[in-house]
């Protein structure tokens, strides 16, 4: 084996693999030479593979309308789409195009989803390693991401065990002597990339080892959960396309921080946008989920069509940005003013 700071290593000679196979004893003799501190990069499909996450085409079946049902059954939301092309959260709580559904490099009968669970993976193939060759690694399962804004794809980590998923620089002082307020390193990712520069995308090599790499072995394994940015922290929650038809009136809704202020600021955004019809509004709480509107219309011959439209614009924007919403109209007292009650806060949280 090459010797150096850090390297990278293909692990060539693996089989093609299917469902029950010994994953773990195919890699250690394959790469009996693996030492303590290696980190085991493996592609997600072959984990997919032996633990039979696959979607089988049978004879006469179009091959592209089972992989869309098989995307709708592995989607928790849809984020954006053009065409037949979707980019949707899956229940793991990835962001990603065709929720990772892969057609790629397997048989014209078969779709290969994502692991159910690539941390779980992860760690029992870590500790099946260290059970064959008695050596402590690290392992990541990786998976082709594409990009928003930029062309290309790069593989990143869906699952990993031994290491942590991100590296917290956040308070530590640069050479110019700056404090880091956001740095967080997606360290897993980043090994993710570099092997996949020695297993490509076409040599049918799924399996490589980054060595030389000094790691702190986390106390509690957390896998790859600290990569998802989801909830509040998300700000490109939804594509243009499916804003408004992602919306829908909120049930179970549970009081949140902020309810006023986010209310006020969404009436105003919407009459800065409808600038055509001129709307006073007044607002009022006395509960933490539900905020009074009071709306009047300065041309009362089109009251209906003013007052909805900026309704309407605010509960889109309010949406937009994380708010789960419940318009109930209480009643029109003059032919020029609309009074409701809103009720707004988060929503029941999606299970992963």
Sequence with gaps: MPEGPLSIHAVPGLPEFAPGDDLAGSIAAAAPWLADGDVVVVTSKVVSKVEGNLVRVTPGEDREAVRQRAIDAETVRVVARRGPLKIVETRHGWVVAAAGIDASNVAADTLVLLPADADDSARRLRAALQSLLGVTVAVVVSDTFGRTWRDGLTDVAVGCAG?????????????????????????????????????????????????????????????????????PGDLFAHGTRDLVPARAPGSGITARPGALEAVAGAFRVASAALPEFPVVFAYGSDEPDVVDVHLTDAWTTTTALNLGALVGAALVQLHAEGWATRWEPVGTPGGSSLVGRLRLGAAPAQPR
Excluded: I
């Design 163 to 231: 290491l942590p998923a991100l590296v917290d620089l956040r308070g530590a002082v640069d050479a110019h002597g700056n404090r880091l307020e956001t740095t967080q390193v997606a360290l897993v990712d980043e090994l993710a990339a570099a092997a996949d520069l020695v297993k490509g995308k076409l040599a049918g090599v799924p399996v490589a080892v980054v060595r030389g790499l000094l790691l702190d072995v986390p106390d509690q394994d957390a896998g790859t959960r600290p990569l998802v940015r989801l909830g």
